[in-house]
């Protein structure tokens, strides 16, 4: 079936380390998007990629970084240089329409707890 | 800058009960709307959407009316079910040009069905 993979689902870091968040996708889409989900907060969005080798700064890049080599691949990485990375990680992906905007299709998240 | 504002839970309502949560919006434009649901330890999915005013996204029951004269969304269902237990995002994409998926979400609402 198509969809997003996210990987690990739990995920459990020491301060000071580097750790990387897996998010795969067979829909063939264009756009890829990383959030992140705090209580209260809903959703912010991390940083997005409407095409291969390019990204762009969401509004709370800052610890993060990403890469997109491959259209079906946009790993996230969280950095010991975030402060308060304990958090729920959503990774979507959507067709890039131009003129209106799509469905982002989500997939089932990755709950990183840093001891 | 463009923002969503959506009632604080938690909803608590009797299976069979009306359900009316409220979702108003901030926006240059004609933007997109949008909500989202996301049931427990699971990633979000589109519930339903609204392209342009006084467009009525409908789906499993559930029904918005997009309001351009008072700028809000909210999110109806006349007869909710145990089933219909989650958190539902309000969200809006600006239609100003350029990344128009980038979604703006508010911060969710968790609706508890009791039987």
């Known amino acids: 079936d198509g969809g997003i993979t996210q990987s690990p689902k739990y995920l459990f870091r020491k301060e000071g380390q580097n750790v990387t968040l897996s998010c795969e996708q067979n829909?063939?889409?264009?756009?890829m998007y990383w959030y992140r989900q705090d209580p209260g907060q809903g959703l912010r969005l991390i940083y997005y990629?409407?095409?291969?080798?390019?990204?762009q700064k969401g509004d709370i890049a800052e610890g993060y970084s990403v890469s997109r080599e491959k259209k079906e691949s946009f790993p996230l990485t969280v950095t010991s240089a975030q402060k308060n990375p304990t958090a729920f990680y959503l990774c979507?992906?959507?067709?890039?329409?131009?003129?209106?905007?799509?469905?982002?299709?989500f997939g089932e998240g990755s709950r990183l707890t840093v001891l | 800058g463009d923002s969503v504002t959506q009632m604080e839970g938690p909803v608590t309502l009797s299976e069979e009960a009306f359900l009316t949560i409220n979702c108003t919006y901030t926006?240059?434009?004609?933007?997109?709307l949008f909500w989202y649901v996301q049931y427990p330890g699971e990633g979000l999915q589109l519930l339903l959407k609204?392209?342009?005013?006084?467009d009525k996204g409908s789906n499993k029951g559930f029904e918005a009316t997009y309001r351009k004269e008072t700028t809000s969304f909210h999110l109806e269902k006349g007869s909710v079910q145990v089933s219909d237990s989650a958190v539902y995002f309000c969200?809006?994409?600006?239609?100003?040009?350029?990344?128009?998926?980038?979604?703006?979400f508010g911060t969710g609402t968790l609706l508890a069905v009791q039987p």
């Open positions: 979507a992906s959507s067709i890039v329409t131009g003129g209106s905007a799509g469905e982002l299709f």
């Open positions: 829909l063939n889409h264009d756009a």
């Open positions: 990629s409407q095409i291969v080798n390019d990204f």
């Open positions: 926006a240059t434009g004609y933007p997109s």
């Open positions: 609204a392209t342009k005013a006084d």
């Open positions: 969200a809006l994409a600006p239609n100003y040009g350029g990344a128009t998926n980038k979604l703006i």
